[in-house]
């Protein structure tokens, strides 16, 4: 699998654009900079088979609208986040200067167990509610889309609406029963592994 990593935005959220097959390439967490997403598009020659949302968060999302729209790629997102693609004060946007909420619709809803096949490798979703209701990871042979659920020595804030530091617990533990050497790219911050977050993150002892 070929994994571009983008980071964008006053968030510096990681976009990642990922294919095994070029006419199949999935777009992960649209943030902010449609442009620097469709360029990489455009120069591997890639067709997106779908954008996709690790969480619903407008850092996450920002560019979601306009790269569906260049690419004609559909929207999927958690189902468990669904309530907050059109709500701006669950969504967060409403933290954005000048008044440019955002409100989106999916065109799929992706629950546990949906797998994305990318030609060669297949993705796996699962559902690890914590950072929102309807957090996903996607994880595939050997690696892991952790979004805002695990970061390189840190963990998603549980503090915003529908944080859930219960639901958290569960899903860190899930991730953790991962093999140790399995890559793990996040929404924000440097790629690690399950096996060195298993070691030095704090919020994993
Ligand atoms: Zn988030």
Redesign the pocket.
């Known amino acids: 699998m070929t994994i571009v990593v983008l980071s964008l935005g006053d968030l510096e959220t990681n976009c990642y654009v990922v294919w095994d097959d070029p006419d199949r390439a999935l777009v992960i967490d649209p943030a902010d900079d449609p442009d620097s997403i469709l360029t990489v598009i455009r120069s591997k020659g890639l067709t997106v088979q779908a954008v996709l949302l690790t969480?619903v968060?407008f850092?996450?999302m920002l560019a979601a609208e306009a790269v569906c729209q260049a690419t004609g790629a559909p929207l999927w997102a958690g189902a468990g986040d669904e309530p907050a693609l059109g709500d701006p004060g669950r969504n967060?946007s409403t933290w954005l200067p000048g008044g440019q909420a955002v409100t989106l619709t999916a065109d799929r809803l992706l629950r546990e167990g949906d797998r994305l096949s990318m030609g060669g490798q297949t993705l796996t979703v699962w559902e690890t509610p914590g950072?929102?209701p309807g957090?996903i990871c996607l994880v595939g042979d050997g690696v892991l889309f952790s979004?805002?659920t695990l970061f390189c020595g840190s963990i998603?804030?549980i503090d915003?609406p529908g944080g859930d530091v219960t639901a958290m617990r569960a899903s860190l533990s899930r991730l953790c029963a991962l093999p140790d050497e399995t890559a793990v790219y996040s929404?924000h911050g440097p790629a690690t592994t399950i096996g060195r977050e298993k070691m030095s993150n704090p919020y994993l002892r």
């Open positions: 969480h968060h850092d996450h967060l950072h929102t957090c979004g805002d998603g804030r915003f929404g």
